[in-house]
């Protein structure tokens, strides 16, 4: 889910009669509107780059959120990391075992409160990392 409110709640409503429409499906934000920061937009555009390539095109916006989807889904999907890498786990199981993925457009504005944890250049470099490693084989999910 997002931190403080950063997709609209009218989002959220137009994701559940997404889930409603399409149960077996994977309904997610994608953000088309961005209010975040250069740096922080520049890391988001590469990630996905990155991830596009290696995963045949599965999102222009991977990390988007919120996502929904029946518990039973869920459970298919058996995600197993719950770190930052847990939203490229699971659309790339999604991909894989060929579930209907519904983007509904967002405008993703500037956090309403408190600060984030995310270090950029840490983190960046270890999603990248941990794409790598999962695409080399060396990460399993």
Same mark, same amino acid.
């Given at each position: 889910?997002?931190?403080?409110?950063?997709?609209?709640?009218?989002?959220?409503?137009?994701?559940?009669?997404?889930?409603?429409?399409?149960?077996?499906?994977? %309904? $997610? *934000? +994608? !953000?088309?509107?961005?209010?975040?920061?250069?740096?922080?937009?520049? &890391? /988001?555009?590469?990630?996905?780059?990155?991830?596009?390539?290696?995963?045949?095109?599965?999102?222009?916006?991977?990390?988007?959120?919120?996502?929904?989807?029946?518990?039973?889904?869920?459970?298919?999907?058996?995600?197993?990391?719950?770190?930052?890498?847990?939203?490229?786990?699971?659309? %790339? $199981? *999604? +991909? !894989?075992?060929?579930?209907?993925?519904?983007?509904?457009?967002?405008? &993703? /504005?500037?956090?309403?409160?408190?600060?984030?944890?995310?270090?950029?250049?840490?983190?960046?470099?270890?999603?990248?990392?941990?794409?790598?490693?999962?695409?080399?084989?060396?990460?399993?999910?």
């Amino acid at each position: 889910m997002c931190a403080d409110s950063q997709v609209p709640n009218e989002n959220l409503l137009l994701e559940l009669k997404a889930i409603r429409e399409e149960p077996d499906a994977l %309904v $997610k *934000a +994608r !953000r088309v509107v961005r209010d975040d920061g250069f740096k922080r937009l520049l &890391s /988001t555009l590469s990630y996905n780059f990155l991830v596009n390539i290696l995963f045949a095109g599965i999102s222009s916006d991977v990390n988007g959120t919120p996502k929904m989807m029946k518990r039973t889904l869920w459970d298919t999907l058996k995600p197993m990391y719950g770190d930052y890498f847990i939203d490229t786990e699971v659309m %790339v $199981k *999604a +991909r !894989r075992m060929k579930v209907k993925v519904i983007e509904i457009p967002a405008k &993703s /504005t500037k956090r309403k409160g408190g600060k984030s944890s995310i270090k950029l250049v840490r983190d960046s470099l270890g999603l990248f990392r941990e794409l790598l490693e999962y695409r080399l084989g060396m990460r399993r999910f």
